[in-house]
């Protein structure tokens, strides 16, 4: 089974530029989220959807982020403009229950992502 | 202000020993506990959960243990394989959305 796929899986733009993260959840998963990695801060939740609808964005850092699903099978995360602390690694997952403990996120490989 | 910690960001131990790694969380609202593995250049692995209302779960040998009162979560790797270097990362669920802790690197030798 093909898992969630993020792509591209490293991006490097400089300050100022739009980026464009995608994903493709699992088929058959209603929940999607969007997450950001960093040393400072972990692990941290950006934005959930249900059935292609947000639910959720209260992680989203500022008006620059903006995360949409027009979709089942496909999400953005859009940063513009971007700016050098925006450097980190992004995460897709998708989980087809909201009870967690029985249907756990599963994640995408990540975007690392490098504003210069 | 952190829900949940991981406060050793590494352990080192032999293969085939036990490796304990630990965990703490401030909610007491939270109803899953969850526990994911993540290599180098990876995303993180779902690896065991506990609900709020167990004690204990055991996968193999994998077993994660719950002390509400303490509000500590532990989990357990016996034996340890080197195969298990990696980090792992403590997970509390709320209202459907996952609070992560930092991280244990652990690093299993041979």
């Known amino acids: 089974d093909a898992g969630v796929i993020q792509s591209p899986r490293h991006e490097v733009t400089e300050m100022g530029q739009e980026v464009t993260l995608r994903c493709k959840p699992i088929?058959?998963?209603?929940?999607l989220f969007w997450y950001r990695q960093t040393m400072m801060r972990g692990l941290e939740l950006l934005i959930y959807?249900?059935?292609?609808?947000?639910?959720?964005d209260s992680g989203m850092p500022e008006d620059r982020f903006s995360a949409k699903m027009p979709n089942a099978s496909f999400s953005t995360l859009k940063i513009q403009p971007s700016e050098p602390r925006d450097s980190a690694v992004y995460f897709c997952?998708?989980?087809?229950?909201?009870?967690?403990?029985?249907?756990?996120?599963?994640f995408g490989d990540g975007t690392r992502l490098s504003i210069l | 202000d952190q829900q949940v910690k991981q406060n050793s960001p590494s352990l080192s131990v032999q293969e085939g020993r036990i490796s304990i790694l630990n965990c703490d969380y401030t909610?007491?609202?939270?109803?899953?506990f969850l526990w994911y593995k993540k290599y180098p250049a990876e995303g993180p692995t779902f690896l065991i959960s506990?609900?709020?209302?167990?004690d204990k779960n055991e996968d193999g040998r994998f077993t994660v243990f719950l002390n509400k009162s303490a509000k500590h979560l532990s989990l357990h790797i016996v034996p340890s394989q080197p195969g298990d270097s990696a980090v792992y990362f403590c997970?509390?669920?709320?209202?459907?959305?996952?609070?992560f802790g930092q991280g244990t690197e652990l690093s299993v030798k041979p």
């Open positions: 997952a998708s989980s087809s229950l909201r009870e967690q403990g029985d249907q756990p996120q599963h």
């Open positions: 088929s058959g998963h209603d929940y």
């Open positions: 959807f249900n059935n292609n609808v947000p639910i959720d």
């Open positions: 909610n007491s609202m939270f109803d899953y």
């Open positions: 506990i609900s709020s209302i167990k």
């Open positions: 997970a509390a669920s709320a209202a459907g959305k996952l609070i």
